[in-house]
């Protein structure tokens, strides 16, 4: 049992280390990383379907028990997550067997690929809040790396950026990790969901709430602490671009939404109003960046900002339904952006550039394009019945129901604005004729070459459709990992055994020497 | 004992923040380096500093005998150590190539992947003649 | 860099170091040490012989490419995790194997010690990875 819910963190992990074993073997990369991200994709299904039927599942890693251990939790949420990163990671994969050229290969890209997603599920799966401190660091460094490679100019400065300001994420987390502990004496989330409420100098415990506000906020790219993203994510290889923008920075969205609906929850007045406020300059900020852009990736970036400010914004109202509808945010938002991030890369392929000048004529030379790029686009923007309506529409509603009338007026300036942006890609690249200086001429969609390419795209295309048009066990499994996440006693009773809910409990249960 | 040990991370806090600020990319990663080990230095000091015996437990028996020091930070504070060696060691690499490719430790002035006109995406090429490394 | 000093110190002090190392490394289970020790103690062999012959002759010295030893130790700490689906116990149980070679000594192994040189191994290719990467220029 416990091995189904370690494969989405060991597979990749075995995948990365054969391939950089056979780092001169670049074809034998490739084989690697699709046998892994298929035998990923395959496991995650599983464990997603294993959460769904049986509950929550826990493993006490190396057997020590649960608060002195490491224990790895899947929900509902992770598990729904841990899929998500299968079907990017396969998608992505593929669409580097062309997208990514022989020199990166050769420098490692497939098994940086794979410990990308190692960390990535780690950082899901995780119970622990030092150990998600590690996974952080391990997914980071595998970014690092992935953004720089090739070095290229732009990239080198791009990485610059990202890597010191994640960095400086880092370390806040790692303060505000320590300072939790010594308020608390255990770092096991359960456990620390059953201390913290008994914390008695709770100003401390909202203001250490802050420090991770801000150290995820900064991993999520939420306002004020975005300026990394548009200064870097455009800059690699667009199949690293698409995984960074579909996955990364919901892994920030996911360790705040763990973070305060299972530990901070003691002074809601506070902090979620900050994220509120948060989630509503996010949405504006990025939309408005994206409306000043020509560039198709510079364009999409500033989107993941906006786009996040949804999901903190069901996070922030903090009801049942706008949970749900954040979560189900997250998993139309990672398929979408990323599709779109690939699309735009053909767009280069077709046109010769990403400059939405000197690109045109499209919808004519190539109506298969035309319609790849418009599926995940009206998703983006919200329109039925794609991915991206059902979301907006129970945010909405959810923002409606607790008379939170800004916020619903400002995520609806966004969702017009992001028509807006998606409608000036597609005039310009699509509608327009091929403009005086165009890089080259367009030539058909070139199906059969660029097939490596076409695929990942049509296949998220079609997720996209799925979940718009046949929306229920999406929508249900939104609805359970919502109920989870409101009522922590499930997670912490599966962690540290029945009974462990009670806090007076356990606060004599296990007594850790730590005198709070 | 713990409020010498506050004083000295924020003293660590500040050096790294006025390193960070200063516009200097070897700067900014000295900076970093000093950073992580502040927060080293804040996990120490909230496992609580204590006179007791070293957590070992004496063999045959189960329970430690003496009261004993608190084992875990020192455990945290290693992972993070080696964790902040391997970001260290990249991020120097990083700030090398980048100076080596842009003749300029101005993080200010690197503006290749956010050019603010046509001009600006040579700007580091232009820099190459007059390589200013502000010391 | 052309310094004799360097170069009789270095011939001397390399293979003490390396040796350290190894004795670091298998220290490391009980007492102070470890594959992350030990590691940086061989790459600070590795740097002073390139430091003193170039990072050419480091490179012929090591036999493999860094990367290769990255990859390797990767799977040596992986494999080492799976040691405890024999004993059927959670991932990463450690598993001993003692032996009693003499009267006074016995011999414990465990995939423990697998998952330290796998680290050794990493620290090893990854630091001399950006080490040489460096000094090439």
């Known amino acids: 049992m416990s091995w189904l819910l370690l494969s989405p963190m060991l597979i990749p992990f075995l995948g990365a280390s054969v391939a950089f074993l056979a780092w001169n073997r670049p074809r034998f990369g490739q084989v690697v990383g699709v046998v892994s991200a298929v035998l990923l994709l395959i496991t995650s299904v599983a464990l997603l379907l294993d959460v769904h039927a049986n509950g929550i599942r826990v493993v006490q890693a190396a057997n020590w028990e649960a608060p002195f251990g490491i224990s790895f939790v899947a929900d509902h949420l992770s598990a729904i997550m841990v899929v998500l990163t299968a079907i990017i990671g396969l998608a992505t994969i593929v669409y580097s067997l062309f997208d990514i050229n022989r020199e990166r290969t050769y420098y490692g890209y497939y098994p940086l690929l794979l410990t990308l997603l190692f960390g990535v599920n780690g950082a899901f799966l995780t119970g622990d809040l030092f150990n998600l401190y590690v996974w952080f660091e391990v997914l980071l460094l595998a970014s690092f790396v992935l953004m720089s490679l090739g070095g290229t100019r732009p990239q080198l400065d791009g990485t610059l950026k990202y890597v010191f300001i994640n960095l400086l994420a880092s370390a806040l987390l790692l303060v505000a990790i320590g300072l939790t502990y010594g308020m608390t004496g255990t770092l096991n989330m359960a456990d620390l969901a059953v201390k913290l409420p008994l914390v008695e100098n709770s100003g401390l415990v909202t203001a250490v709430a802050t420090m991770f506000l801000i150290a995820f906020g900064i991993k999520a790219g939420i306002f004020p602490l975005f300026a990394w993203l548009p200064a870097s994510y455009h800059t690699p290889p667009v199949a690293v671009s698409a995984i960074f923008a579909g996955l990364l920075t919901k892994v920030g969205v996911y360790t705040l939404i763990r973070a305060f609906t299972l530990l901070f929850t003691q002074d809601v007045g506070y902090t979620h109003q900050l994220l509120l406020w948060a989630a509503g300059l996010t949405m504006l900020t990025g939309v408005l960046g994206a409306a000043a852009q020509f560039e198709i990736r510079r364009i999409l970036s500033w989107h993941i900002i906006s786009q996040i400010g949804y999901m903190i914004m069901g996070l922030a109202l903090y009801t049942p339904l706008a949970l749900v509808g954040a979560v189900f945010y997250i998993t139309h938002h990672i398929i979408v952006k990323a599709n779109l991030f690939f699309v735009g890369g053909i767009i280069k392929r077709l046109t010769g550039s990403f400059e939405l000048e000197e690109t045109g004529g499209l919808y004519k030379a190539s109506p298969l394009l035309a319609v790849l790029f418009l599926i995940p686009a009206f998703s983006l923007a919200g329109f039925p019945p794609l991915s991206g309506f059902w979301p907006k529409y129970i945010l909405f509603r959810a923002g409606l129901e607790v008379e939170s009338y800004l916020i619903v007026a400002v995520a609806l300036i966004t969702g017009i604005l992001t028509t807006f942006s998606m409608t000036k890609i597609w005039a310009q690249a699509f509608w327009k004729g091929t403009p005086e200086g165009a890089a080259r001429p367009v030539r058909g969609s070139r199906f059969r070459e660029l097939r490596a390419l076409y695929l990942p795209v049509m296949f998220l295309a079609g997720i996209t459709i799925v979940i718009g048009v046949y929306a229920q066990p999406f929508l249900e499994l939104a609805q359970a990992s919502a109920a989870e996440l409101l009522d922590s006693r499930a997670y912490v009773e599966s962690v540290l055994g029945e009974g462990a809910y009670d806090p007076v409990l356990a606060l004599t249960g296990s007594e850790l020497g730590v005198a709070p | 004992m713990e409020w010498i040990l506050a004083i000295v991370s924020g003293f660590i806090f500040a050096c790294t923040l006025y390193l960070m600020l200063s516009r200097n990319l070897l700067r900014f990663v000295f900076g970093l380096s000093l950073l992580t080990n502040a927060g080293n230095l804040v996990i120490f000091t909230a496992g609580r500093v204590t006179r007791a015996a070293p957590p070992l437990i004496e063999e045959g028996a189960t329970t430690a005998a003496a009261t004993t020091a608190n084992p875990l930070p020192q455990a945290l504070i290693l992972t993070a150590i080696v964790i902040g060696f391997g970001l260290l060691v990249f991020s120097i690499v990083l700030a090398y190539r980048n100076f080596e490719e842009m003749n300029t430790m101005d993080p200010d002035s690197i503006r290749v992947a956010e050019p603010l006109d046509e001009t600006d995406k040579d700007a580091g090429d232009v820099r190459i003649e007059g390589a200013e490394v502000r010391t | ?137």
């Open chain 3, 1 to 137: 860099m052309n310094s004799l000093i360097l170069r009789v110190v270095g011939r001397l002090l390399v293979p003490l170091m390396l040796l350290f190392s190894v004795f670091l490394l298998l220290r490391g289970h009980n007492e102070p040490g470890g594959g992350f020790v030990g590691g940086l103690m061989a790459v600070g062999a590795f740097g002073l012989y390139s430091l003193t012959y170039g990072v050419a002759t480091a490179r012929k010295a090591l036999f493999v490419d860094p990367r290769t030893l990255v990859g390797l130790g990767l799977l040596l700490a992986v494999i080492s995790g799976f040691g405890a689906a024999f004993i059927d116990a959670p991932y990463l149980t450690g598993v001993w194997f003692v032996w009693d070679l003499a009267p006074d000594f016995t011999l414990h192994v465990g995939t423990p010690t697998v998952f330290d040189v796998g680290v050794y191994l990493v620290v090893i290719g990854g630091v001399l990875m950006a080490l040489f990467s460096v000094e090439d220029d």
